[in-house]
């Protein structure tokens, strides 16, 4: 393996622990025509290193967060505070699999591990859940970006 390839690897695995369905996986396939193995490895390898990370992360911003809001937007206390419309569909609606399942392919990787430590405090939950969805994903954007995405691209003249 020499430095070019190092470069791409390198490439591919930070892409994918920042935007994964829409960076890393389509550089990975589209881009640099990496194997399915090779492809599946780096890119899964990414996201699951940005969620392991971003979950034991998450305490301390959320803490450095509230602290901030804390100091410089002051509030008084309330007898009751309703939850936010946003929190209350995720949590009775989706719950942590639809926040799993989502985050590859619309969140990026951080927000939607710090979501779901901040809703449900279980991190091997959330982590375990997170590596499930992104080898799924990462099983389904290989093959639409490899075998589905030519296809349309060539009946639909994309290119």
Known sequence: M?????????????LSTVKFGFGGVPLAVMVE????????TI???GGVCSTIVFANLSEWVLDKWHAFRRRYFPYHE??????????KKIREKWGLYGLAFFT????????GTLLSVHFYHDKQKVISYMIIS?????????YFYNYLYPLLASHFHFR
């Open 2 to 14: 020499n430095l070019h390839n190092l470069s791409q690897v390198v490439v591919v695995f930070l």
């Open 33 to 40: 025509k990496f194997p399915f193995f090779k492809a599946i």
């Open 104 to 111: 590859p392919f619309i969140l990026s990787i951080p927000i």
């Open 43 to 45: 890119t899964a390898a």
């Open 78 to 87: 309330h007898k009751n505070v309703p939850e936010s419309k946003f929190t």
């Open 134 to 142: 992104i080898v799924a994903w990462d099983l389904f954007f290989y």
